[in-house]
């Protein structure tokens, strides 16, 4: 079992930032990454961003270059920086325990937190 407590949502105006914390516990060798999917309302869950144990990331074309995923693997923590913030991004943000792939894809397992809001103004 894993246990994943995401941090740091909020309100926010366009062009802003915010910084998202994914704090995991239990056992955390069932999975080689974190990923962070997000859910806008009225939309489907989606892909955010991902980080292996290694370091490997992987971002979704639409946060690339305005988010940075990181991770302190002491703390078992991965946060999001997200930058340059759109409306668009308004979402729930959930992190994930699954397999980051040598080519990219993610593959989440089942194990999610409980979700932190982003909300983004114009």
């Known amino acids: 079992q894993v246990q994943l407590v995401e941090s740091g949502g909020g309100l926010v105006q366009a062009g802003g930032s915010l910084r998202l914390s994914c704090a995991a516990s239990?056992?955390?060798?069932?999975?080689?990454?974190i990923g962070w999917y997000r859910q806008g309302p009225g939309k489907q869950r989606e892909f955010v961003a991902a980080i292996s144990r290694g370091g490997n990331t992987n971002y979704a074309a639409s946060v690339k270059g305005r988010f940075t995923i990181s991770r302190d693997n002491a703390k078992n923590t991965v946060y999001l920086q997200m930058n340059s913030l759109e409306p668009e991004d308004t979402a729930v943000y959930y992190c994930n325990a699954g397999v980051l792939y040598s080519g990219g894809d993610y593959l989440a397992y089942g194990y999610w937190g409980q979700g932190t809001q982003v909300t983004v103004s114009s």
């Open positions: 239990g056992s955390t060798s069932s999975h080689n990454a």
